[in-house]
């Protein structure tokens, strides 16, 4: 072998010098289409994360992109429910018509008998849940739900 030709396993290693194989989620990055539960499709919105992001960390960041309609209902981050959904957004199908159409989206069985979904943990990573990045919506924001405080005279 001449000294310009590399066998496959020299290369391999010295990328893994440079990218160890237990860090390389600390250089991927995921992109998320998020709906808010309550708005159109036409607030759709993207957030990108790095692999090691937890469900947590997730909800820090749709709250700050997303502050002024939490702020005015006194939503705080950490009360947030993250729903994992696969719901293409390009093409008519049976969930984004769901989606569209019901006006019960609060009720978690709606959200898990007609959407597929699944509650994300708050200590769940990122790149644990989400294997590629994809157009479609993948997470539905479902703030808790708000009570009005019920004055009883006494």
């Known amino acids: 072998m001449s000294r310009y030709e590399s066998s496959g396993s020299s290369v391999q290693t010295e990328i893994e010098k440079i990218f160890p194989p237990e860090n390389t989620r600390l250089y991927t990055r995921s992109l998320f289409v ?3 539960k309550g708005t159109d499709l036409g607030s759709v919105f993207k957030v990108v994360g790095k692999e090691e992001t937890t469900i947590a960390e997730l ?5 700050e992109k997303n502050m002024n309609d939490f702020k005015d209902k006194k939503i705080d981050a950490n009360k947030l429910n993250l729903w994992l959904v696969d719901i293409p957004y390009d093409t008519n199908n049976s969930k984004l018509s769901t989606l569209q159409s019901r006006r019960d989206m609060d009720k978690e069985n709606i959200i898990i008998q007609e959407l597929g979904g699944k509650k994300l943990s708050p ?7 989400f294997t590629s990045n994809s157009k479609n919506i993948r997470i539905i924001v479902q703030p808790p739900a708000t009570t009005a405080s019920v004055y009883t005279g006494k």
Not at 124 to 129: C, P
């Open 34 to 36: 998020i709906l808010l």
């Open 59 to 63: 909800k820090d960041m749709i709250y």
């Open 123 to 129: 200590v769940d990573d990122i790149g644990d849940i």
